[in-house]
């Protein structure tokens, strides 16, 4: 029984270890700086859907790298971006005081540097790009959908919503949003009017509301707020919104 666990066991480990994504820090361009962030690509050649990932307030800590490694073992080549250039914080007070340090042109100058990188790589399909983001990130998400004509599909994770029509006529990628119904800086209200204006355009949207969840829910770092079960539910919605937009 033994020997026959062992086996097992040093089989299952031969399986996770050639499934893990290859990470690597990467630099390039946005405008006259140069910006960091970290790459996460599957095994094999490719070339991969690629997509943007956007953190917390928090900066680049490692739940959000950890998204980025899981998505690669899904399949895609995840850019990790890092607005904060370097900094992560540890208090909310913190967080809040790096958020309002970076100028908010500066950040979509990135994200178009981290949408440009992406498209540039030969092992990432360019037409096949997505974007997602949590918290803070999850504003900017929807950011680069307005700024990126040819993104192929957006993830809102109880983000900022823009409200001028004129600005949401941009959109071209598939949106799927998801909030709670608890948040108290994210109207329920405001979500139902955004999903109802995109629907209106002939935008394809996708809204998730969970009733009883509040903001951060999918985080388990956020020991008040974290739902487990609203979380799996969540990430199941996000990699099969993922694969019908960027794999097919």
């Known amino acids: 029984m033994l020997t026959r666990a062992f086996t097992f066991m040093f089989v299952l480990l031969l399986t996770i270890s050639a499934s893990a994504a290859d990470s690597k820090p990467v630099s390039y361009k946005s405008g006259d ?35 980025a490694s899981k998505l690669a073992d899904q399949g895609y080549a995840a850019l990790a971006v890092d ?42 399909k360019p037409n096949r790009i997505g974007a997602i983001g949590w918290c803070m990130g999850g504003g900017y998400a929807l950011d680069v959908a307005l700024q990126e004509p040819t993104l192929a599909a957006d993830v809102i994770n109880y983000g900022h919503l823009a409200t001028d029509q004129n600005a949401l006529k941009n959109i071209s990628a598939a949106i799927l949003g ?41 985080n388990p770092n956020n020991k008040e707020g974290y739902r487990a079960e609203d979380a ?3 990430w199941k919605r996000t990699l099969t919104f993922l694969a019908d937009t960027l794999k097919k």
């Open 33 to 67: 700086e140069t910006v960091k962030g970290i790459l996460y690509t599957p095994s094999g050649a490719g070339p991969f859907p690629g997509i943007i990932v956007i953190h917390e307030w928090w900066g680049l800590n490692d739940w959000v790298k950890e998204q």
């Open 178 to 218: 998801i909030f709670g119904g608890q948040d108290r800086g994210i109207p329920v209200e405001d979500v139902k009017q955004f999903q109802k204006t995109l629907e209106g355009m002939g935008k394809r949207v996708e809204i998730k509301i969970y009733s009883d969840a509040g903001h951060a829910f999918e």
């Open 232 to 234: 799996a539910d969540a």
């Open 83 to 124: 607005l904060y250039r370097g900094k992560v914080a540890k208090t909310p007070d913190e967080a809040h005081e790096i958020m309002r340090g970076v100028p908010e042109d500066r950040a979509k100058r990135d994200l178009h540097a981290a949408y440009q990188y992406l498209v540039s790589q030969k092992n990432v």
